[in-house]
């Protein structure tokens, strides 16, 4: 027997084993274990539902969001004559206003959350990297607005300029950016003394260079979770402003909105209050599913 000729043939195998593993990033490797969250992925699939059933229902439907009928003013469901969900007290469908408050809440959960976002993480990228006394000023002026009632403030806003839709986007994106500030700073001071972080300040790279290109991307994971989990905020504290009559005005309409009008007729209708309510609880469970699933998915110490 050539024992030579063996261990070549040994090592042959050995060499297209090792080839025939493919290496795992860790985006990769945090979708397989997302996936295998069951809460996750019954949350992606109810809240993917809603959102088709959000932009694309009301197109097989024969009513109209805005559209009335005093013949059937507070109908209760009835599947005959296509009131789903019943109407509510100028005979509109509710089937079809949920789907569009749908739309709309989503729509300013979604936006005010990216402009939350977008403050926090450069507010707090800049004080995290530049540091000291800059950085002590810059937390300093965050505790102070922590103090202040952040509601009365977007309460005052919506007074002073007037009940429109998209300074609502702002003036809720503006006041919720304080947490993400402060987890971006954390997390910045931690990346600044890496490494790559000192290679980079080596080769002449600038300040903003190193944020945009090496600090913000390896924040990804932390700025993915916080949006799953502040849109289901934003969405309650747009549904508080609505129902004070200080969000969403008509004809537009919301969930927040819709419940509110729902909490004045529920013991006549009650169909006015459970429907708009059950949408947005399955929403806002959906997201915190996939909120807790991301947040252990990306988790570093469980690679």
């Given at each position: 027997m050539n024992f030579d000729l063996l261990d070549r043939e040994r090592k042959e195998k050995i060499l297209k084993s090792a080839l025939s593993v493919r290496g795992r990033s860790l985006w990769s490797d945090a979708r397989r274990r997302l996936f295998k969250n069951k809460a996750a992925v019954t949350g992606l699939?109810?809240?993917?539902?809603?959102?088709?059933?959000?932009?694309?229902?009301?197109?097989?439907?024969?009513?109209?969001?805005?559209?009335?009928?005093?013949?059937?003013?507070?109908?209760?469901?009835?599947?005959?004559?296509?009131?789903?969900?019943?109407?509510?007290?100028?005979g509109r469908d509710l089937l079809v206003r949920i789907l569009y408050g749908g739309r709309l809440s989503l729509t300013i959960g979604v936006i005010a959350t990216l402009v939350s976002v977008f403050i926090g993480v450069t507010y707090g990228t800049i004080s995290g990297y530049l540091g000291g006394k800059i950085d002590i000023v810059m937390m300093r002026i965050v505790e102070i607005l922590y103090a202040m009632p952040y509601l009365i403030f977007v309460i005052i806003l919506m007074v002073v300029f007037g009940r429109n839709i998209y300074l609502l986007f702002i003036a809720i994106g503006a006041v919720e950016w304080l947490t993400m500030a402060r987890i971006v700073r954390g997390q910045t001071i931690s990346l600044k003394e890496k490494e790559?972080?000192?290679?980079?300040?080596?080769?002449?790279?600038?300040?903003?260079?190193?944020?945009?290109?090496?600090?913000?991307?390896?924040?990804?994971?932390?700025?993915?979770?916080?949006?799953?989990?502040?849109?289901?905020?934003v969405i309650i504290l747009e549904s508080f402003l609505s129902f004070l009559g200080l969000g969403v005005q008509e004809p537009l309409t919301s969930w927040g909105v819709l419940i509110s009008e729902g909490s004045r007729d529920m013991e006549t209708a009650w169909w006015l209050l459970i429907f708009p309510g059950t949408f947005m609880v399955l929403t806002l469970a959906s997201l915190n599913f996939i909120g807790d699933g991301l947040r252990d998915a990306l988790d570093p110490k469980e690679y």
């Open positions: 699939i109810i809240l993917s539902i809603i959102l088709l059933f959000s932009l694309f229902g009301p197109l097989f439907l024969q009513y109209k969001f805005d559209q009335t009928n005093w013949d059937t003013i507070y109908q209760a469901p009835n599947l005959q004559n296509g009131h789903y969900f019943g109407t509510d007290g100028n790559f972080i000192e290679t980079s300040k080596a080769l002449g790279q600038s300040t903003f260079l190193i944020i945009v290109k090496h600090i913000i991307p390896n924040l990804a994971g932390p700025i993915i979770v916080y949006i799953t989990l502040m849109v289901p905020a």
